[in-house]
């Protein structure tokens, strides 16, 4: 499976589209990932950037997964750029996947507004999407003793970035059900996480997609 990512820093950190493809192999599916980021751009601007066209008409993805950006996060910005990016993936015949991110550990209030906005774009244009910032909304409340930020209470630590991982890579694959967490080769266990951790955040993950994609 070829997969395209689009974003800024909540993608790129802790090499995060790195996990999915894991995620991927160890289903006995081959993966190769790209990606198209830089620190808080929009989906606005990537709509606008000759390397997103030419990579989505010409890189024979099987995946394009995009994400806005949390600061500055605007409705009416990420509808327009949304757009955009869907009739390209459309013309180009690939699946897009939208990446929602979280709210800062701060301002958690501001989740909200993102979910309402991904979830009526992506339920209007019948695409799936992956609620990430909804997984960390779940796991805040239930795992009170780990942390899922990094230090500057903006992006994701190795288990945000995982929770991240494993909530795209069941919005990516439809699978309905849990993986067994191999500890050999489970990209959390590799970065330090505990099997049992790995294995809840993996359950809280396939739930919320499951819930918001029906």
Not at 108 to 119: F, L, P
Not at 171 to 183: D, F, K, S, W, Y
Not at 203 to 209: D, I, P, S
């Amino acid at each position: 499976m070829k997969l395209l990512f689009i974003g800024n820093s909540h993608t790129y950190y802790n090499d995060m589209p790195a996990m999915v493809l894991k995620l991927i192999e160890n289903t006995g599916e081959r993966s190769h990932v790209t990606m198209l980021t830089r620190g808080g751009v929009s989906l606005l601007f990537h709509s606008e950037e000759h390397e997103t066209r030419f990579n989505i008409r010409h890189g024979s993805y099987d995946v394009v997964i995009a994400q806005d950006r949390v600061s500055e996060f605007d409705p009416a910005q990420f509808v327009t750029g949304a757009g955009r990016l869907l009739r390209m993936t459309a013309e180009a015949g690939v699946p897009l996947v939208f990446y929602m991110p979280w709210a800062p550990r701060d301002h958690r209030e501001r989740q909200q507004a993102m979910t309402d906005a991904y979830s009526a774009f992506c339920r209007n244009n019948r695409c799936a999407w992956a609620p990430v910032g909804e997984v960390f909304s779940y796991l805040l409340a239930k795992e009170s003793g780990e942390k899922f930020y990094c230090d500057d209470g903006a992006h994701a630590n190795v288990a945000g970035s995982y929770a991240a991982a494993a909530t795209l890579f069941y919005a990516i694959t439809g699978r309905r059900r849990t993986i067994p967490v191999n500890e050999d080769a489970d990209p959390g266990v590799a970065a330090g996480m505990s099997p049992d951790l790995c294995r809840r955040i993996q359950t809280e993950a396939c739930r919320v997609v499951r819930l918001y994609n029906g």
